[in-house]
């Protein structure tokens, strides 16, 4: 079955850029979308279709996808950002997440 | 404003039922897939079975195959999972997720509202 595989978790110092990979048999000719995930929360979609941005999102948040990863990109990287990061992509009919990264803000 | 409200949850024994609920309000609910997506206790987000517009097509992960049962009801805005021979495994919250599969766009979707979820605990 098709996996896609994220670093557990990323640091980063606040106002810095951010990057969270996710990486998958040919990922690149597929489309990833991305989720972010607080406490006590539902998930939130913050980047679609490689890298378009749900209305409300802050364009700090981008996206992009080529070969077998796709990035999560947060530019100025705030506190408010600290959370749980998910990919996820579809392949042969089933819905596939990734295990999910922990970005902390510090 | 979209809502989704899940309900249906909670504590049952291993090899028992649950049948969850998930209400849909502001938004044309026929016009959408819906899935039910899971996170268990400290682990990620798994997808469960998604369900096409009409209810033509549905698919479910592998692990639940036989035991879940993902069904709709367009004229009254709901979606549900039928939970059957439930196993520890199955502890998790769920959430039903209003699913995007967009035009020219092809084997790709994405989820953009999510429930706020109902807790499902499988005792051993």
């Known amino acids: 079955s098709y996996e896609l595989t994220q670093p557990p978790s990323v640091s980063v110092s606040p106002g810095q850029t951010a990057s969270i990979t996710c990486s998958g048999g040919e990922l690149g000719s597929k489309y990833a979308s991305w989720y972010q995930l607080k406490p006590g929360q539902s998930p939130v979609l913050v980047i679609y279709l490689d890298s378009k941005r749900p209305s409300g999102i802050p364009e700090r948040f981008s996206g992009s996808n080529s070969g077998s990863t796709a990035t999560l990109t947060i530019s100025g990287t705030q506190a408010m950002d600290e959370a749980d990061y998910y990919c996820q992509s579809w392949d042969s009919s089933s819905v596939v997440f990734g295990g999910g990264t922990n970005l902390t803000v510090l | 404003q979209v809502q989704l409200v899940e309900s249906g949850g909670g504590l049952v024994k291993a090899g028992g039922s649950l049948r969850l609920s998930c209400a849909a309000s502001?938004?044309?609910?026929?016009?959408?897939?819906m899935s039910w997506i899971r996170q268990a206790p400290g682990k990620g987000l798994e997808w469960v079975s998604y369900?096409?517009?009409?209810?033509?097509?549905?698919h479910y992960t592998d692990s639940v195959k036989g035991r879940f049962t993902i069904s709709r009801d367009n004229a009254k805005n709901l979606l549900f999972l039928q939970m059957n021979s439930l196993r520890a495994e199955d502890t998790a919250l769920y959430y039903c997720?209003?699913?995007?599969?967009?035009?020219?766009?092809?084997?790709?979707?994405?989820?953009?509202?999510w429930g706020q979820g109902t807790l499902v605990t499988v005792s051993s």
């Open positions: 502001g938004f044309t609910f026929g016009d959408y897939y």
């Open positions: 369900i096409s517009r009409s209810s033509h097509y549905t």
């Open positions: 997720a209003r699913e995007v599969v967009p035009e020219g766009y092809s084997n790709s979707n994405y989820f953009d509202y």
